[in-house]
């Protein structure tokens, strides 16, 4: 044991767990002089060893465990070398007058041996310094205690059980004492067991820790609430509020001591939005505003092991956040603006250019014909300039009403394309009909997108106008995986499409190209004579004017390739900027880099990359959370945790926050680039060395599933409503909750809320455990085999 212990201590460096394992040496070396005093005979050899260990080594004892306590607990700054000698002190004068008590007796009056049992025994009458000094033994004992117990329940100590655990082992040790020093000796037979006492404590706390050692936390729990600029409340598992920070108290007007107890809800009833959100168990994030400022709140399951044991709720001002937001719209449309100028200036010049061009030729012309007396040819080269007058003065005023038409995008790229159909439908008489059945949104197009393809519609229905000779127009918008298909269909009389690269719309189909080119998409027409024509314009979600085209399942990414765009959230700007130089040239485009979590949401929502590379330790929010706010609000952005811990709990953690992938810093070049690749084409991606430990949780939790389908018996019948039969019945069947609400004609937040409640009546943990059972249970089959039928 003496020998594990000095390994240890040459193994550990920190002072903490120097300090316990020298606590534990002594603790041993006391209990072995306490040996050797008891197996001894004669007077003098029982006291020199009863002086060795109870007097030099054990008084001792309790200075070191103190110094430990101080250090574990943030106070090693405090421990000065002049304090820590004064801490000796007493316990060196204690050694000193031992040496000289037989001239003065300070500290023993008088010792001999009691052989009246039949065993000597050693007994003393204490003299006076010997109460000083284990008076002063005690007092450290006690301030050992409290150490302990404050800077665990204050959160200042990494394990805080641990620590609560030393704290009741030391009062135990304590209270030996002082049965000790009261019965004489009687209660433990005369023999003192504090030794024994102490390192029965030290190996027990060090087994049912499994030797973790014990450190203090840089910054601890009171430091982090008092100091957070955003409001914290937490609250119990039944939404009584148990503790505010200063920030919440400003916030809401309220007073812990006054509150704490008191159900939020009821606390909060002047604000509706807030107590409307905590009801839901639900949610995780919500916004509001009041008094024209703009709030977020996050909730978040506080758990004791595995037990619910509260929530956390963070209500933080974002109002600076969301007029930065809008100044950046600003800045983007008013760049918008200056790109859209230059290119109308080159449609101008292309356009209308012509059409002065060709003017200026046909007068030349009529002079000539004129000189020559040609009158005939005269007339019918004015009535084709006339034609041409005409139709470039239409196309003119069209062009100017698009400009404006354009600028009140401010009301939505839809709203803009409603008024310009009616404008078209009322001056040329061709019936217009516009059709959403997705229900596209305005921030699934974007602003950038939007102008883009306003003005190619715009071309389609000029060449509708001029060409086609039509009486209705249909412009539908669909959606197909990850793009947006718009097509613009008339009931004219069509064309050859062989000849449409020569003919007069020749011009403007190479200006929707372009266009849409720059959101990353394509154009293509169908049509046949006498069948009318369909534009098909194909676009990317989030398109953009610095949006590549998406890559479809299963492609890979190449140097010819779309890009991919990515964000990067780190910390470290040296790291963000090596890992742009290494994937830029590999078909991945860095659009963005955030220093926290926070900075990532905000560029998440700005710039909607299509994968995001995330680290997991960052300041205001860390990379798991962040995972977890972001996946709540764009479930189709990938994330990948790339990171230096190798943890397990990491791993699992990240996956369950949504993470696609779990990365490595440490990977090789090549490898990263592989796995991003292999991610971009759909594909999960983990760390090679981490691989073995997902298999084996997986396989964990499989078992655990099986079991807890077979453990519930219930029939579904007897527990459930119809209706969350139903919703259990279609996601037994392979439905997302958003097909289920789809199909039931509900919303999805209704389905969770429903899907909580079944987990809850059954006694299940997971979705997963829940599914096993429907299927045991027989639901679910009959939607597998007709998804079966369609597939085939």
């Not at 002082?178 to 006492?197: H, K, M, R, S």
């Not at 600003?330 to 060709?358: C, F, I, K, N, T």
């Not at 189709?636 to 230096?644: A, G, H, Q, S």
Request: proline letters at 3%.
């Amino acid at each position: 044991m003496l020998l594990f212990l000095i390994v240890a201590y040459a193994a550990y460096k920190r002072v903490g767990d120097r300090l316990w394992i020298i606590t534990q040496i002594m603790v041993i070396f006391w209990c072995l002089g306490s040996a050797l005093q008891v197996s001894a005979t004669d007077l003098k050899t029982i006291v020199f060893w009863y002086h060795a260990a109870n007097d030099f080594i054990g008084f001792k004892v309790a200075v070191v465990w103190l110094l430990w306590a101080l250090t574990v607990a943030g106070g090693k700054s405090r421990l000065t070398r002049s304090r820590v000698a004064l801490f000796f002190v007493l316990p060196v004068i204690t050694d000193i007058l031992n040496l000289t008590n037989f001239r003065h007796g300070l500290v023993y009056s008088k010792m001999w041996l009691d052989t009246s049992g039949g065993y000597p025994l050693l007994q003393f009458i204490c003299g006076p310094w010997y109460w000083i000094i284990t008076a002063y033994s005690g007092i450290l004992l006690l301030a050992v205690i409290v150490v302990q117990v404050q800077a665990a329940l204050n959160g200042q100590m990494l394990h805080r059980k641990q620590g609560l655990t030393i704290a009741a082992a030391t009062g135990a040790i304590l209270i030996s004492i002082v049965l000790f020093l009261i019965t004489e000796g009687a209660l433990f037979d005369y023999y003192d067991l504090t030794p024994v006492v102490i390192g029965i404590a030290g190996i027990f706390t060090s087994l049912v820790f499994r030797f973790r050692a014990q450190e203090a936390v840089p910054v601890p729990r009171n430091a982090v609430m008092e100091k957070m600029t955003g409001a914290v409340l937490i609250l119990d598992d039944r939404d009584r509020i148990m503790d505010l920070n200063p920030a919440a108290e400003a916030f809401f007007g309220l007073k812990t001591a006054k509150v704490a107890g008191c159900v939020f809800e009821e606390i909060l009833s002047d604000w509706p939005e807030l107590a409307a959100a905590g009801r839901d168990r639900s949610v995780s994030h919500w916004e509001f505003s009041r008094d024209g400022r703009h709030y977020e709140t996050y909730f978040s399951g506080l758990n004791d092991g595995r037990k619910a044991a509260g929530r956390l709720v963070v209500i933080q001002d974002v109002t600076a956040n969301k007029a930065a937001e809008a100044q950046l719209i600003q800045q983007q449309r008013a760049l918008l603006v200056l790109r859209e100028r230059e290119r109308l200036a080159r449609e101008l010049h292309d356009s209308l250019g012509q059409v002065l061009g060709y003017t200026n030729i046909q007068i030349q012309a009529i002079r000539e014909m004129l000189k020559t007396g040609r009158l005939p040819a005269v007339d019918g080269s004015l009535a084709r300039l006339s034609q041409v007058i005409t139709e470039a003065n239409t196309e003119v005023r069209e062009f100017i009403y698009g400009v404006k038409t354009t600028l009140l995008f401010k009301e939505g790229f839809f709203a803009a394309l409603r008024q310009y159909l009616n404008h078209f439908e009322q001056n040329f008489q061709i019936r217009t009909e516009a059709q959403n059945p997705d229900n596209i949104t305005e921030e699934e197009l974007g602003l950038p997108a939007g102008v883009q393809l306003f003005r190619i519609i715009q071309e389609c229905l000029a060449n509708v106008r001029k060409h086609a000779r039509a009486g209705k127009v249909t412009i539908m918008f669909r959606k197909k995986d990850r793009q947006i298909l718009i097509t613009v269909a008339d009931d004219g009389v069509g064309f050859e499409p062989g000849k449409s690269a020569v003919g007069q719309s020749s011009f403007g189909l190479e200006i929707m190209r372009e266009r849409a080119g720059q959101m990353g998409g394509e154009v293509r027409i169908d049509t046949a004579p006498g069948q009318g024509t369909t534009v098909t314009v194909t676009i990317p979600r989030f398109a953009g004017p610095v949006q590549a085209p998406a890559v479809g399942p299963g492609d890979g990414i190449t140097e010819t390739d779309a890009k991919i765009r990515i964000l990067l959230a780190d910390d470290h700007v040296l790291f963000m900027e090596g890992l742009q130089n290494l994937i830029s040239p590999h078909g991945f485009e860095v659009v963005g880099k955030a220093r926290d979590g926070l900075e990532a949401l905000e560029k998440a929502r700005l710039l909607h990359p299509e994968m995001i590379l995330m680290d997991m330790q960052m300041p205001r929010c860390n990379g798991l959370t962040a995972t977890r706010l972001i996946k709540a609000e764009m479930p189709e952005i990938k994330i990948v945790i790339l990171t230096m811990s190798d943890r397990e709990q990491d791993l699992f953690t990240a996956i369950q926050s949504g993470a696609s992938g779990y990365l490595l810093k440490g990977l090789q070049a090549q490898e990263l680039i592989e796995q991003l690749n292999g991610l971009a084409s759909n594909a999960a991606v983990i760390s090679p060395e981490l691989a073995a430990q997902v298999l084996e949780e997986f396989n964990r939790n499989e078992e655990e599933t099986a079991a807890a389908a077979d453990v519930n018996p219930a029939k579904p019948e007897e527990a459930l409503s119809q209706r969350q039969i139903e919703i259990l019945a279609l996601v037994a069947g392979g439905d997302t909750y958003k097909e289920v609400a789809s199909k039931l004609f509900i919303c999805e937040r209704t389905v969770k809320y429903q899907m909580a409640d079944i987990l809850r009546q059954l006694q299940l943990k997971t979705r997963h455990q829940a599914i096993a059972y429907a299927r045991k249970a027989g639901l679910g089959k009959e939607n597998e085999r007709r998804e079966t039928v369609e597939q085939s």
